[in-house]
């Protein structure tokens, strides 16, 4: 069982930052894209954001563009969310996932790989 780990997530005014982190020791980093996802109390999954499997192409969601930034080091099979200026609507439980898809991939169904989540609250 390939295991994606999620930390980085906690409590935080609005306005505030978070830095979520998730490594694997169990893929070939390399060959997959990786994706944020968020999932809010009685909502589906939604999509945050995707990075190539170099690093040097990404894709946003609207809700989170100019806030938010994807970024990885394959060096150390890790991918990364840089979350500034939060919201109270960017409350969630964040997951990653790694897609051997090459293209960004904005459906859930397209990864392979899930992590098990962090959750993130942002106090008004």
């Known amino acids: 069982q390939v295991q994606l780990v999620e930390s980085g997530g906690g409590l935080v005014q609005t306005g505030g930052s978070l830095r979520l982190s998730c490594a694997t020791s169990?893929?070939?980093?390399?060959?997959?894209?990786m994706g944020w996802f968020r999932q809010a109390p009685g909502k589906e999954r939604d999509f945050v954001a995707w990075?190539?499997?170099?690093?040097?192409?990404?894709i946003y969601t609207d809700s989170v563009q100019g806030r938010f930034t994807i970024s990885r080091d394959n060096a150390k099979n890790t991918v990364y969310l840089q979350m500034n200026n939060l919201k109270f609507e960017d409350t969630a439980v964040y997951y990653c996932?790694?897609?051997?898809?090459?293209?960004?991939?904005?459906?859930?169904?397209?990864?392979?790989?899930w992590g098990q989540g962090t959750q993130v609250t942002v106090s008004s």
């Open positions: 996932a790694a897609s051997l898809l090459v293209r960004g991939g904005r459906n859930p169904r397209e990864y392979e790989h």
């Open positions: 169990e893929l070939t980093f390399s060959l997959y894209t």
């Open positions: 990075i190539n499997r170099s690093g040097d192409t990404t």
